[in-house]
């Protein structure tokens, strides 16, 4: 047990490159998963070029053009109550929302995962403390932990982040702290640990990498449900404020023309929903592909 | 039009009370009604009453403070004048009218002192409470004395901490002497429901009494139950001493969203609607739906682009000016309020016989609005954002949070004054934090809010305007704009020492003249609410006076 | 195992400790009070909105006020609502039967028509329903709920009006089929989500089941496709589910919370907002605890039922 490289089952195929892993020709076999790329990828580019490819401003406010329905004129998604472009106002929404919900995955896999791998490195005492917390969290109706949050903080699109972030990485923490024990007494473990590693360097070189794979199925899935979040939040009004739109806001109020003027809330719900379908396929099928657990919540 | 109504519309109720000898005459001349209850007569004349039927009332916020002198919101008073009475009330001419009290005390029935200072109130006999037990002077004074006492979260002590030598007489006569002359407490009093004294002093903590979820009073109705989230059941009060009632029971129906209000008042399932009635936007809709009576009536309530004057961008006068230049206030009230409110230039509600009509009209102008600017000295930056000795005139616009229209009026009037070069931002917030600290401490920028300035039919605002009023400074009122000027606060210091309607008039129309000209708000329009009932259904009568349409529920009833 | 019983509780207690302080310190450090509704109040001053809060004792340091709110509950006294001065417990019992009613209606039918999606798409595998079955589940865990119910209120209320938009009776009515109409909408849409998760989930546990050799013993036996089925795959893959139906339960209050939104139907979940919004936080505490109650009990029964129905589980 003298050698100083030690074996660990993450860095073993390093040799090989990445597009042409096993991993790679798995997921790509998986045609939801596939289907889910494309459509994020349709989606993301929408969003991105859309706004210049439109003759209106997502902002501009014309009372005369108020409640026109999809296709009148260039409107192609039809006008608000206050006269605007709902495609416009969609795809800025969408550079938003999606943003909110990429960010809040990094923000929350990384306090999840930090949490995780100290909870199932450490074990014993900090270990239950932190498990304890997480399971503390998990408690709230994370609707609740949302609305009082955003109570508190002045709503704007990146306290929004950080808000949902804060109430969403308990369940990554769960899987790390899951995957983190069972191979905490693995004999590569013991090895740096008895060759005097520091810690930090242990839970950072030789434990994260081999619970890599949950960790990105379950960022995917917590992209999913932050683009959710975002959007109850918002509904309900203690989210991304006005004028500024997002998929979720532009939902609140929705329901006061739902008669007269549906398309205000099937434009978005529909965008939401692709988006969420999107990276919950994605999810999927890495989750297929990097064969992790299948019991993930 | 209005001139002329205006004078039916008096509310001359301060010199009734304060009764000087040009009160008197003013009082004589204003025909005040010193008769009971009308209808009072004719009802006993009839000798019994029909009573069938039940209506159905809906609100939207839910009813639940019924101790009507603990803090409470508009529909809370909706119940209250179903089960209680006041000595005597305000009627939509801003007349008092007696209800427990014998006669509305004047100088010239000797119910009122020539000073104003003495006080004293013959009661109607033979009333009883629902429970059976009879009510008396004890009860008037039992309730003056919780109003005050320091353990009771009583939500008002104005006027009532003036009472000295509260005496019994008899027990149907009680007399008490002012501590000083206070020219709104007629109007205070007539919003002052009287509570029995043999069960609010029954428990030991009166804010906790059984008496606050199972109220008992001498109203045309009686309590029954409440389903919490849900909906309150009140039955007739048949040996009511008044008028009415004139149905057997009252279902008050807690609807939370209006647009399922509204729907169900579509199918009949709601005879009259309440707070907040129906939405602007369905009034062309409403108003043609066979069967259904649907009106426009005015409410007291002024929307207002409010400033915080602490702030350095809202000192100069010429920003406030330019920015009511800004705000096309005929496109918000015709394309967003579907044409129904009545632009404003006063807090003052325009039934109010203290309203002034001559204040200068504003006009929508962009470009009035950039010379107003431009002369002041606020040249656009390199940002274009206008700026002032390093001021920055960009600020934030609040208000409550999920109030749709008013948020859509918000983003148009950011487009505004965006044009002018000015930054406006929306910070919404929901109501318990927007009308907190943030609020009455002046910890916002800007604010839209809808505000009732009176108190019932009194035209007195020192709570509102007064320099001394300021919380955020220590004052006591809520002059959350910060707005001080020695000239409104010598107006209004006059204005509760004179009791002649016309003086006062000429005192209150100058404090409106100089608050047009301050702008410490911009007024943009007084409220108007779109009421409906079944057909068929006899009596509703709106009371500008009151905040809520069920003021007088007990004369409603089935044709 | 009355000793992990014990070491549970024990753990649970600890939880609602570390729940109810959390709770308390982000509800009350929020700005704005249980008094904001009344500021705009006519006549409203803040001497008058600073005297009330002196005598609810909301000047209070927030430790003091803690202590003195988990002290009363220790005694078992939850509290009296800022709003109506009913006590808390009252409050939320009479919200309760809503909530359960719609919550109880959709979790038949999504264990009904969950269960059967999973264990035909286990025993079908990779067969067109099971595939559309899978796609479907995955759309529909896609779909914010409430958007979902506005969807459906729009086709079937405002379009078609074939259903009541919202309420849980029609006012004066209240009859059997009064309440089944309302119910439809909102258990249907509330629905959806939990057939979606119970399909998932009943056909992994079917297929774990089914090639297991107890069942190959009973096919092998003669039994029927059908009686296999029933007796013998369905017994058994119905375990794992009872903890999940465990872990529903929490969802009570969450789940339902923008349903309920959305139908205005008078239960917990708008009950919690209503209070929320009013800062009526002795309610929302009690809201907060009560459900924190109900995950712990929930998954604390779950498993020990797993242990009493399957004895390969042994706690410890």
């Known amino acids: 047990m003298s050698s100083v490289t030690i074996p660990s ?110 909870a199932g490195y450490r074990g014993g005492l900090t270990g239950a403390i932190l498990m304890r917390i997480v399971d503390a969290f998990l408690s709230f109706p994370s609707i609740f932990l949302l609305l009082a949050l955003a109570a508190f903080i002045k709503p704007s699109p990146f306290m929004i982040t950080v808000i949902i972030a804060l109430t969403s990485w308990m369940e990554v923490a769960r899987i790390v702290n899951a995957e983190i ?117 | 039009m209005s001139d002329n109504k205006n004078d039916v519309l008096t509310h001359p109720t301060r010199r009734q009370v304060m009764g000087q000898t040009l009160g008197l005459m003013a009082l004589r001349a204003s025909g005040v009604v010193f008769s009971g209850v009308p209808g009072f007569s004719q009802a006993l004349a009839a000798g019994e009453k029909s009573i069938k039927g039940q209506l159905i009332i809906s609100f939207s916020q839910e009813p639940t403070v019924f101790n009507p002198h603990m803090p409470h919101i508009e529909v809370d008073d909706g119940i209250h004048f179903s089960l209680f009475d006041p000595l005597f009330y305000v009627d939509p001419e801003g007349k008092f009218v007696a209800a427990l009290a014998a006669e509305v005390p004047t100088v010239e029935n000797g119910g009122i002192s020539a000073d104003g200072l003495t006080w004293k109130v013959k009661l109607r006999e033979g009333v009883k409470w629902h429970d059976g037990a009879p009510f008396t002077a004890e009860d008037v004074k039992a309730t003056f004395e919780l109003l005050v006492n320091p353990d009771f979260r009583s939500w008002r002590k104005t006027g009532h901490d003036l009472i000295r030598d509260l005496k019994v007489v008899s027990p149907t006569e009680i007399t008490w002497r002012m501590e000083k002359a206070f020219a709104p407490y007629p109007s205070i009093l007539a919003s002052t429901f009287i509570t029995p004294k043999h069960l609010m002093s029954a428990s ?19 309590w029954v139950e409440r389903v919490a989230g849900d909906h309150i059941t009140l039955e007739a009060n048949a040996d009511y001493f008044a008028e009415g009632p004139y149905v057997e029971r009252l279902i008050y129906k807690y609807i939370p969203d209006l647009n399922v209000m509204y729907t169900q008042f579509k199918a009949g399932d709601i005879d009259v609607l309440g707070l907040q009635w129906i939405t602007p936007d369905h009034y062309e809709e409403a108003k043609d739906l066979p069967g259904m009576t649907v009106s426009v009536v005015p409410a007291a309530t002024v929307e207002s682009f409010s ?242 349409n069920t003021w007088n529920v007990g004369m409603w009833r089935r044709a | 195992m009355l000793s992990y019983i014990v070491s549970r509780l024990l753990q649970s207690l600890v939880l609602l400790l570390l729940v109810s302080i959390i709770g308390f310190a982000v509800l009350n450090l929020a700005p704005g009070g249980p008094l904001s509704q009344y500021a705009l109040t006519p006549g409203m001053t803040q001497e008058t909105m600073d005297r009330i809060a002196h005598q609810m004792g909301l000047d209070r340091p927030l430790p003091i006020q803690y202590l003195d709110w988990i002290w009363r509950l220790l005694q078992g006294d939850w509290g009296k609502s800022y709003r109506d001065q009913l006590p808390v417990l009252q409050i939320i019992s009479s919200h309760l039967f ?85 119910l439809i909408l ?90 929320l919004g009013y800062h009526d936080y002795p309610v929302v505490m009690g809201l907060l605890m009560f459900s924190a109650i109900l995950v712990l009990v929930g998954s604390l029964i779950a498993d020990i039922l797993v242990a009493f129905v399957d004895p390969r589980v042994r706690l410890g």
Not at chain 2, 204 to 221: E, H, I, K, L
């Open chain 1, 9 to 118: 089952p993450a860095t073993a195929s390093e040799e090989t490159h990445w597009w042409k892993s096993r991993t790679l020709r798995r997921f790509m076999r998986h045609r939801l998963a596939v289907i889910g790329v494309a459509m994020i990828t349709i989606l993301v580019l929408s969003c991105v070029f859309g706004p210049y490819l439109l003759p209106y401003d997502e902002l501009f406010i014309d009372l005369r053009a108020r409640f026109a329905p999809p296709l009148t004129g260039y409107h192609i998604f039809g006008t608000d109550p206050l006269g605007r472009d709902i495609a416009a106002r969609l795809f800025n929404a969408g550079r938003i929302s999606l943003l909110v919900g990429f960010f809040a995955m990094l923000m929350s896999t990384a306090l999840g995962t930090l949490i995780g791998i100290i």
């Open chain 3, 98 to 182: 809503a909530t359960l009613l719609l919550m109880g209606t959709s979790m038949v039918i999504s264990i009904a028509v969950g269960t059967w999606i999973g264990v035909r798409g286990a025993t079908k595998r990779y067969s067109i329903f099971d595939y559309t079955a899978t796609v479907g589940a995955m759309v529909a865990l896609s779909i914010p709920t409430f958007w979902f119910g506005l969807v459906a209120i729009y086709v079937f209320a405002l379009r078609l009006k074939w259903l009541p938009a919202g309420n849980m009776y029609t006012v004066g009515d209240g009859s059997f089929m009064d309440y089944a109409t309302h």
């Open chain 2, 204 to 222: 030991a903590d009166p804010n906790n009494a059984p008496f606050n979820n199972a109220p008992v009073g001498t109203g045309p109705f009686k």
């Open chain 1, 181 to 297: 024990r069972s191979i905490r007494e693995r004999d590569f473990v013991l090895a740096a640990r008895s060759l005097g590693y520091r810690n930090s360097t242990i839970m950072l070189k030789e434990l994260l990498p081999n619970a890599i794979g949950p960790i990105i199925v379950a960022g995917t899935l917590t992209v999913a449900r932050a683009i959710l979040l975002e959007a109850y939040v918002s509904f309900l009004g203690y989210g991304i404020q006005p004028p500024l739109p997002s998929w979720g806001n532009m939902l609140n109020g929705a329901q006061q023309y739902l008669d007269r003027a549906p398309w205000l809330a099937i434009v978005p719900g529909v965008a939401i929903t692709l988006a969420v379908t999107s990276f919950n396929f994605i999810g999927d099928g890495l989750r297929d592909a990097l064969d992790a657990r299948s019991d993930l919540e």
């Open chain 2, 307 to 548: 400033f915080n004057m602490d702030r350095p961008q809202f000192k100069d006068p010429a920003v406030r000016e330019a920015l009511y230049a800004a705000i096309d206030k005929a496109a918000i009230i015709d394309a967003l309020y579907y044409g129904l409110p009545a632009p404003t230039e006063t807090y003052m509600p325009q039934q109010s016989f203290y309203y002034n009509p001559d204040l200068p009209k504003q006009a929508y102008d962009i470009d009035k609005a950039k010379e107003l600017l431009d002369t002041a000295g606020w040249a656009p930056g390199p940002d274009g954002i206008r700026a002032k000795d390093g001021v920055k005139l960009a600020f934030t616009c609040s208000t409550t949070a999920g109030n749709h229209i008013r948020e859509q009026v918000q983003q148009y009037i950011q487009q505004s004054f965006k044009d002018l070069g000015v930054e406006m931002s929306i910070s919404n917030l929901p109501p318990a934090v927007m009308w907190g600290e943030y609020w009455m401490m002046s910890k916002f920028d800007t604010v839209i809010v809808g505000l009732n300035f009176l108190t019932g039919s009194d035209p007195d605002t020192s709570d509102y305007f007064r320099s001394t009023s300021i919380p955020a400074k220590g004052g006591a009122g809520q002059n959350t704009w910060q707005y001080a000027n020695p000239e409104v606060d010598a107006l209004l210091a006059k204005g509760g020492e004179v009791f002649v309607p016309e003086e006062r008039k000429a005192a209150y129309a100058k404090v409106q003249e100089i608050m047009r000209k301050d702008l410490p708000f911009l007024p943009l329009f007084q409220y108007a609410t779109v009421q409906g009932n079944k057909q068929g259904i006899e009596g509703i009568n709106p009371n500008v006076n009151t905040r809520i």
């Open chain 3, 186 to 275: 909102p258990s249907l849409v509330l629905a959806l989500v939990d057939i979606a998760v119970w399909s998932r989930y009943m056909r992994t546990a079917t297929l774990d089941v089914i090639n297991q050799d107890f069942v190959r013993t009973a096919r092998a036996k003669g039994l029927s496709e059908r009686a296999v089925l029933m007796t013998h795959v369905l017994r058994n893959a119905l375990i794992p589910m009872i903890t999940l139906a465990g872990l529903q339960l929490p969802t009570i209050l969450g789940g339902a919370l923008v349903t309920e939104t959305v139908f205005t139907w008078p239960g917990m979940g708008r009950l919690f907002l209503d209070s």
